[in-house]
C-alpha cells in the first residue's frame, strides 16, 4: 500500500480527492491557542495526536480530538 492509499478502501487519494501530493507536519498548540485564517497550494493533513481542535473549512466547523484526521483540499480556507 502506497502512503496515499486510504486505508481499508482500496481507492487511492489521488483517485478520491484528486490529490498529486499531501502536506502533514507536526506542532503542539497550548490551550487556548488558534491559528488565522489561512489556505495552501497543496491538500493538507491534520491529525489531533492529543486534546481536541475546532477546525473551520471553507466556513464549516469540526471538532478533531484524540487521533482525528482532517483532509483540507488545496485552495480551501482554513482556520483552527
Not at 496515499?4 to 483517485?15: H, K, M, R, T
Not at 498548540?29 to 473551520?56: M, Q, R, V
Request: aromatic letters at 10%; charged letters at 20%; proline letters at 5%.
Amino acid at each position: 500500500m502506497s502512503w496515499l492509499q486510504a486505508p481499508d478502501s482500496g481507492i487511492s487519494l489521488q483517485e478520491r480527492f484528486g490529490s498529486v501530493g499531501i502536506c502533514g507536519g507536526y506542532g503542539e498548540f497550548n490551550p487556548g491557542s488558534s491559528l488565522p485564517c489561512h489556505l495552501h497550494k497543496y491538500d493538507e493533513s491534520i491529525t489531533i495526536i492529543k486534546g481536541e481542535a475546532i477546525c473551520e473549512v471553507a466556513g464549516k466547523r469540526y471538532l478533531l480530538s484524540d487521533c482525528d484526521t482532517g483532509f483540507v483540499p488545496e485552495g480551501v480556507h482554513t482556520v483552527f
